[in-house]
C-alpha cells in the first residue's frame, strides 16, 4: 500500500469581512502517494477554495483557517514565509484556472519557467533554459521554441494555459493542484491534455488533485473522486463506486445531468433549486432544502459518515 502522501484534517476556511462566508465546513480526507484524486461538484462548493488553502494562497487579514494539512510530513499551516515559499512549486505545485493573472505580464513564458528551475533545482542557467524549453515541447506548444520568448499577452488562452502546465510541472512537484487545468482549451485538444497529465503523473509518481465540473474527464484521469456541495464533503469513493453506485442524492443528481446518447432529445436532468448560501449555512444537510427524500433529520442534524466497502457517504437517507 502507497504511503500517505497529504493529509487534510477537519478544515475550515472561514472569509470574513462585512458578511462571514463559511467557505469549507470540516474537511478531510487523504491522499497516497501517486494518486488522483478528483474533487467534483457545483461552482462555489469549495474545490478551489480547498486547492488554494492547500498551498495557503488565501489572504490572511481577511481569511480564518483552522484544521490540519500534513504533505509529505510538513505542517502546512505552520510553515514561515520562507518555508512556504520552498513548499510552493517544489513540494506542491498548481494549474491555476486563469493563467493570464498566475503568469507575470513584463516577463517572458521562459524566464519564468527557468526562474522556478533556478529558484528550486540547482541548475546552471543553460540547463534551465534547456529544461524550461522541453517542457514546453511536452504539453504540446507549437513552436516552442519561439514561444519561449513570448510574452504572457502574445499568447492565446489556450496556449498560456499549456505553458501554465508547463510552469506547475518543470519542477517534478509531489502534489499537483490542478483547477480545471483545460479550461482554455479547444474541445478537440481537452483530452489531450488530460492524458498528457495522467502520463505525467504515472513518470513522475506525483499525486494529483484535480477540480473539475466534468465527470467525463474525472473518470478519464481519476483513481477517486470526492463530491463536495457547502464547502463540504458528501461522498467519496473509487471512480466505479461514484459512477455505478452513487449513494449521496447530490452524486445522483450530477450524474442523472450528464448528456448522453440515451437521453438525447429529451428534457436534460436538473437539482431543482439553488446552492446553498454559505453565509448562513444551517446546522443540518446543507443539501437537504433540494433533496426529494429529506427528512426531518436533515435539516437538523449534520450528516455522519458511513463507510460501505471503499465508499463514504455523509446523507442520513442515502440512495439504495
Known amino acids: 500500500m502507497s504511503k500517505t502522501l497529504l493529509s487534510v484534517?477537519?478544515?475550515?476556511?472561514?472569509?470574513?469581512?462585512?458578511?462571514?462566508?463559511?467557505?469549507?465546513?470540516?474537511?478531510?480526507?487523504?491522499?497516497?502517494?501517486?494518486e488522483v484524486l478528483t474533487l467534483l461538484g457545483e461552482s462555489g462548493s469549495g474545490k478551489s477554495v480547498t486547492l488554494r488553502t492547500l498551498l495557503c494562497l488565501h489572504p490572511k487579514n481577511s481569511t480564518l483557517v483552522s484544521g490540519q494539512i500534513t504533505v509529505d510530513g510538513q505542517d502546512v499551516l505552520s510553515l514561515s514565509s520562507h518555508q512556504l515559499n520552498q513548499y510552493r512549486g517544489r513540494t506542491t505545485s498548481m494549474i491555476f484556472q486563469e493563467p493570464g493573472l498566475a503568469f507575470d505580464p513584463v516577463y517572458t513564458i521562459g524566464q519564468q519557467i527557468t526562474e522556478a528551475l533556478l529558484v528550486h533545482e540547482n541548475l546552471d542557467m543553460a540547463s534551465a533554459k534547456a529544461r524550461a524549453l522541453n517542457m514546453l515541447e511536452r504539453v504540446q506548444i507549437p513552436q516552442a521554441r519561439k514561444r519561449f520568448d513570448s510574452y504572457p499577452h502574445e499568447l492565446s488562452g489556450g496556449m498560456r494555459q499549456r505553458a501554465m502546465i508547463a510552469l506547475a510541472l518543470v519542477c517534478k512537484p509531489k502534489l499537483l493542484l490542478a483547477d480545471e487545468p483545460t479550461t482554455a482549451l479547444d474541445a478537440s485538444v481537452q483530452i489531450q491534455i488530460l492524458l498528457l497529465l495522467r502520463e505525467l503523473q504515472k513518470e513522475t509518481g506525483m499525486s494529483v488533485i484535480f477540480v473539475t465540473h466534468d465527470i467525463g474527464a474525472a473518470v478519464e484521469v481519476s483513481d477517486r473522486i470526492a463530491v463536495m456541495y457547502g464547502g463540504r464533503i458528501v461522498e467519496t469513493g473509487t471512480v466505479a463506486d461514484i459512477v455505478s453506485k452513487p449513494h449521496h442524492p447530490y452524486t445522483q443528481g450530477l450524474?442523472?445531468?450528464?448528456?448522453?446518447?440515451?437521453?438525447?432529445?429529451?428534457?436534460?436532468?436538473?437539482?431543482?433549486?439553488?446552492?446553498?448560501d454559505l453565509t448562513s449555512l444551517g446546522t443540518g444537510c446543507s443539501f437537504a432544502p433540494r433533496c426529494a427524500s429529506a427528512q426531518t433529520k436533515c435539516f437538523s442534524d449534520r450528516p455522519v459518515f458511513t463507510t460501505t466497502g471503499t465508499s463514504s457517504f455523509a446523507c442520513w437517507n442515502p440512495v439504495t
Not at 484534517?9 to 474537511?27: C, I, M, P
Not at 442523472?256 to 428534457?267: C, F, K, L
Request: aromatic share 6%.
Open 9 to 34: 484534517n477537519n478544515l475550515y476556511v472561514q472569509f470574513t469581512g462585512q458578511r462571514k462566508s463559511q467557505a469549507l465546513s470540516g474537511v478531510s480526507f487523504d491522499l497516497a502517494s501517486g
Open 255 to 276: 450524474l442523472a445531468s450528464i448528456v448522453n446518447p440515451e437521453n438525447r432529445g429529451s428534457p436534460l436532468a436538473t437539482i431543482k433549486g439553488s446552492p446553498p
